[in-house]
């Protein structure tokens, strides 16, 4: 993604967004213990998830994952991290508690982690090659061979600038 | 500011637009106010967003 592009700004503030999001709702549980309240089946679900502290595992999570969107530190890692629990929100809302307002916020929470993993998935690109060959997580730099290794694409200079 | 920057800050306005709707339920449920959540959410956001272009003011436009 070009630094300066339409798409750079938005996918930043897109981060932001969502970075602050989840931190928001990490720290607020983390201060008081607010579970909002969710009729039905998906109640009983949100209880069962407390009851065995994942729940709990999650919100503290959140906080971990949004402070890494919001301060832009291992984006990508905090994408991956938060996504399981995306989907969850996602299923959860959309699909069993399915009130108006969860209509929106269930694919809102997909719509937000996903744009942002389409968006910086281009340092995984080895997942959409049909056939790799092992190779640790710490050899994961010899797998580069472009110039953007070193950064992002800066045209202003016409050259790549270390990121 | 160019172009392309104005386009950005026109798409986030109404990422903006859409992300109150959906959280207040305005014009399709039952209108809740903006909450604390939503607000600390688009403070950063368009904190973030306004640095940066604060930023990459003094670079070339493209």
């Known amino acids: 993604?070009?630094?300066?592009?339409?798409?750079?700004?938005?996918?930043?503030?897109?981060?932001l967004y969502f970075g602050a999001h989840l931190l928001f709702s990490g720290v607020r549980y983390a201060l008081t213990?607010?579970?909002?309240?969710?009729?039905?089946?998906?109640?009983?679900?949100?209880q069962a998830n407390a009851d065995i502290y994942l729940y709990q595992f999650v919100k503290?999570?959140?906080?971990?994952?949004?402070?890494?969107?919001?301060?832009?530190?291992?984006?990508?890692?905090a994408l991956i991290?938060?996504?399981?629990?995306?989907v969850n929100i996602f299923w959860l809302n959309t699909f069993i508690v399915a009130t108006p307002r969860q209509l929106f916020t269930g694919p809102q929470e997909l719509f937000l982690n996903g744009i942002l993993l389409l968006a910086y998935s281009g340092w995984m690109f080895a997942v959409i090659k049909p056939k790799v060959e092992p190779l640790w997580l710490w050899n994961g730099s010899k797998a580069y061979t472009s110039d953007l290794d070193k950064g992002y694409v800066d045209t202003s200079h016409n050259a790549i600038v270390k990121g | 500011m160019d172009?392309?920057?104005?386009?950005?800050?026109?798409t986030c306005l109404l990422l903006t637009a859409a992300a109150y709707i959906g959280s207040t339920g305005l014009f399709y449920t039952e209108y809740r106010p903006i909450r604390?959540?939503?607000?600390?959410a688009f403070a950063a956001s368009w904190t973030g967003l306004i640095y940066m272009l604060i930023r990459d003011k003094n670079k070339k436009d493209r």
């Open chain 1, 60 to 77: 503290y999570l959140e906080i971990l994952t949004g402070a890494m969107l919001l301060f832009n530190r291992f984006p990508l890692l």
């Open chain 1, 81 to 86: 991290l938060e996504f399981p629990a995306t």
């Open chain 1, 33 to 46: 213990g607010y579970v909002p309240m969710i009729p039905g089946i998906g109640g009983e679900w949100v």
């Open chain 1, 1 to 15: 993604m070009i630094r300066g592009s339409t798409s750079y700004y938005v996918i930043h503030w897109i981060r």
């Open chain 2, 3 to 10: 172009k392309g920057k104005w386009i950005a800050v026109v």
């Open chain 2, 36 to 40: 604390n959540y939503d607000l600390v």
